[in-house]
Structures are given as C-alpha cells and as structure tokens.
C-alpha cells in the first residue's frame, strides 16, 4: 500500500508565505511526477506546480514567479513554497504522486486529502 499525505496549509494574510509538504509512504519502488493541485469552491481542480524525477519543473502562469515547487527524493517528499499569497489562491491543495510500488510493473497515480490554504485578512 502507498499513502500520501500533505501538511502544511492554514491561514495567511494577503502577501505572506505559506510551506506545503508532501509525503509519500509504502511499499515504494518508484516515484516519477510529484505535484501541487489546487481546487476552489465551485471549480475545478487545476496543476499549480509539477516537478519530475529528475527536477525539471513547471508551473501555472498564474503562480509563476510567486510559487516554487521542490523535491527531496530520499524522503519521498515534495514542496510548495508559496509567497505573496493572494486571496485568489484560496483553495484546497492536493498533492499527486505516480508511483509504482514493488508488487506492481506499473505506476498509478496516488492523491492526498487535500489541505486548505486561505488567504484572508
């Protein structure tokens, strides 16, 4: 089994910073693509940030210059670091992994629960 599991959200003025984290678990062979979703109320769920397994990176034009994604492969972990928070950030953020676990010859794609980010005075 593969869990994924973020941290990091809650409450931040207009202007401040927030660090999202991303933990993966299980029975890990190997994780290619991690990334940042974001969904607000009422629409739907759109890429923030994805980074490979080799570290290339890539970014909506919407955070670009303001967020940056980042990854620590011994720890199966990857990162959001978001600054200058806007209030049109608010949203749930999800994390997705693919992964391929030992007992499989395929990769699938794994999400987290999600963790809310406000961005309020």
């Known amino acids: 089994q593969v869990h994924v599991v973020e941290s990091g959200g809650g409450l931040v003025q207009p202007g401040g910073s927030l660090r999202l984290a991303c933990e993966a678990s299980g029975s890990i062979f190997r994780i290619n693509d991690m990334g940042w979703y974001r969904q607000a109320p009422g629409k739907q769920r759109d890429l923030v940030a994805a980074?490979?397994?080799?570290?290339?990176?890539n970014y909506a034009d919407s955070v670009k210059g303001r967020f940056t994604i980042s990854r620590d492969n011994a720890r199966n972990t990857v990162y959001l670091q978001m600054n200058s928070l806007e209030s049109e950030d608010t949203a749930v953020y999800y994390c997705?992994?693919?992964?391929?676990?030992?007992?499989?010859?395929?990769?699938?794609?794994?999400w987290g629960v999600g963790t809310q980010v406000t961005v309020s005075s």
């Open positions: 980074v490979t397994s080799a570290g290339s990176t």
């Open positions: 997705k992994a693919n992964i391929r676990e030992f007992s499989l010859a395929y990769a699938l794609d794994y």
